[in-house]
């Protein structure tokens, strides 16, 4: 069975994959800071009869991220690789001219340093698949939003570099994908108060990554908008 670790696949997008990855048969590790969600997800993950492993930690942490790896070595593979886990940072979103600089520390470390980190660990295991490097991205990397300034920012880093990375890693297929707006905790935090109830569920969305994932399409960025499921 092919492995994936999904970061982040406690809730929102990260569930919504892993539980559609479960359901191909996949095996999964998936992880989150807060017990009770991991938990919840890997009893979800588990009723499909597959391999699960949910560890509890921040991707920010070494040794959390070397238990994610150390948990594909022990299943053998490593087919996917979703650096999902993410931060939108403060809210409500502050423009730069305020930005408090260590919270800016915290986004690019987990959104930018956390993945690379994790990505340094993991790629003997990916070549050895000639698997498959995912990324999620975000119009707020591409387009200027105010307020979006440290987000978007560690968004078009996290996307550039896994853009090197395919240049270096012609082998593996690396792909950075924008869902598009869902409706999950972390855009709920970006708009604080407002009714967010006619965004898509992040399960309507995760077909058109999966159809990505099938197509065995050339490395590279895709929208949401871009892959109707087939
Ligand atoms: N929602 C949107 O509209 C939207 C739009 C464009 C792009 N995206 C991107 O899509 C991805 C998923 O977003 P989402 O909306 O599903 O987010 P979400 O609802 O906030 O879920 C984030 C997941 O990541 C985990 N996580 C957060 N920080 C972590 C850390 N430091 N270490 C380990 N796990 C951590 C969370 O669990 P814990 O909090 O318990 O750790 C949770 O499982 C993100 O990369 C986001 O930037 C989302």
């Given at each position: 069975m092919p492995v994936a670790i999904v970061t982040g696949g406690s809730r929102?997008?990260?569930r919504a994959l892993a539980v559609d990855l479960a359901g191909g048969g996949w095996s999964v590790i998936l992880d989150g800071r807060t017990a009770p969600s991991v938990r919840e997800a890997v009893a979800e993950l588990e009723a499909l009869g597959v391999t699960v492993r949910g560890i509890i930690g921040?991707?920010?942490?070494?040794?959390?991220?070397?238990?994610l790896v150390d948990a594909a070595e022990h299943l053998g593979s490593l087919d996917l690789l979703v650096n999902n886990a993410s931060t939108l940072g403060p809210t409500p979103l502050p423009k730069l001219e305020g930005y408090p600089l260590d919270e800016l520390r915290r986004v690019y470390e987990v959104n930018v340093v956390a993945p690379l980190a994790l990505l340094q660990a993991a790629l003997p295991l990916v070549r050895r698949s000639h698997g498959v490097v995912l990324?999620?991205?975000s119009d707020a990397a591409v387009e200027a939003y105010e307020g979006w300034g440290g987000y978007g920012s560690s968004k078009a880093a996290?996307?550039?570099l896994h853009q090197v990375l395919a240049a270096e890693e012609p082998d593996l297929a690396v792909y950075q994908f924008d869902p598009g707006d869902m409706r999950t905790e972390m855009h709920q935090a970006a708009f604080p108060g407002e009714d967010i109830s006619d965004r898509p569920r992040p399960e309507t969305?995760?077909?058109m990554l999966r159809r990505l994932l099938d197509s065995?399409?050339?490395s590279g960025r895709y929208?949401?908008?871009q892959l109707e499921p087939a």
């Open positions: 929102g997008f990260g921040d991707i920010t942490d070494a040794h959390h991220r070397d238990s990324s999620l991205s996290l996307d550039r969305v995760v077909p065995g399409a050339p929208r949401a908008g």
